[in-house]
């Protein structure tokens, strides 16, 4: 299986700070990464596919970067709303597995 | 739009079985895999498997092999999951998803197993 090592686990930011989360794979993943967002009590919901694609709805503050093994996923500008914990998601081989997860907080 | 409608949360004895369902809308329910995932309290996510609805075709995690039976009910565009044999290990929120990277969650449902 493929591990995916996320840091921080926890982020505290200010608004309108930029903050990065990366994932390591432990293998080559050819960029089929995905990031998610899970607000408190929700379903996580998809931000970010195949490493940069921003799905619709997705505001152009976040970003997504990286090839190989190593990945980071952007919010710049961090708005309130942005308050959750966030999950990347290596696609490129079964068992699909996630990340260890970061929770944004606000100081 | 599409949307992904789990059944209600569960209480379950050690030792039984629970089955769940997804109900999907929105799209072609047949041309899309349903991945369902695993959240325990406060925990990351964890990928059960996957089912294809169009052939019945199944992918599972190693871990999952055993506990979790998925179907599909292609007249009601609808995805089961069966977990067996429950212990406390098995509490956790359960999720469907649509595609390989999960563009569209169900709600969740939580499973607790309890005497």
């Known amino acids: 299986d493929i591990q995916m090592t996320q840091s921080p686990p926890s982020l505290s930011a200010s608004l309108g700070d930029k903050v990065t989360i990366t994932c390591q794979a432990s293998?080559?993943?050819?960029?089929?990464i995905a990031w998610y967002q899970q607000k408190p009590g929700k379903a996580p919901r998809l931000l970010i596919r195949?490493?940069?694609t921003l799905e619709s709805g997705t505001p152009s503050r976040f970003s997504g970067s990286g090839s190989g093994r190593d990945y980071s996923f952007s919010i710049s500008n961090v708005e309130s709303e942005d308050i959750a914990s966030y999950y990347c998601?290596?696609?490129?081989?079964?068992?699909?597995?996630f990340g260890s997860g970061t929770k944004l907080e606000i100081k | 739009q599409v949307k992904l409608l789990q059944s209600g949360a569960a209480l379950v004895k050690p030792g039984a079985s629970v089955k769940m369902s997804c109900k999907a809308s929105?799209?072609?329910?047949?041309?899309?895999?349903v991945s369902w995932v695993k959240q325990s309290h406060g925990k990351s996510l964890e990928w059960i498997g996957e089912?294809?609805?169009?052939?019945?075709?199944?992918n599972f995690n190693e871990k999952f092999k055993g506990k979790a039976t998925l179907t599909v009910d292609k007249s009601t565009s609808t995805a089961y999951m069966e977990l067996s044999r429950l212990t406390s290990e098995d509490s956790a929120i359960y999720y469907c998803?649509?595609?390989?990277?999960?563009?569209?969650w169900g709600q969740g449902v939580m499973v607790t197993v309890s005497s």
């Open positions: 998803t649509r595609g390989v990277e999960g563009d569209y």
């Open positions: 929105g799209y072609t329910f047949t041309d899309y895999w």
């Open positions: 089912i294809y609805p169009n052939s019945g075709a199944t």
């Open positions: 293998q080559n993943i050819n960029k089929y």
């Open positions: 195949y490493t940069s």
């Open positions: 998601l290596q696609y490129v081989n079964l068992p699909l597995t």
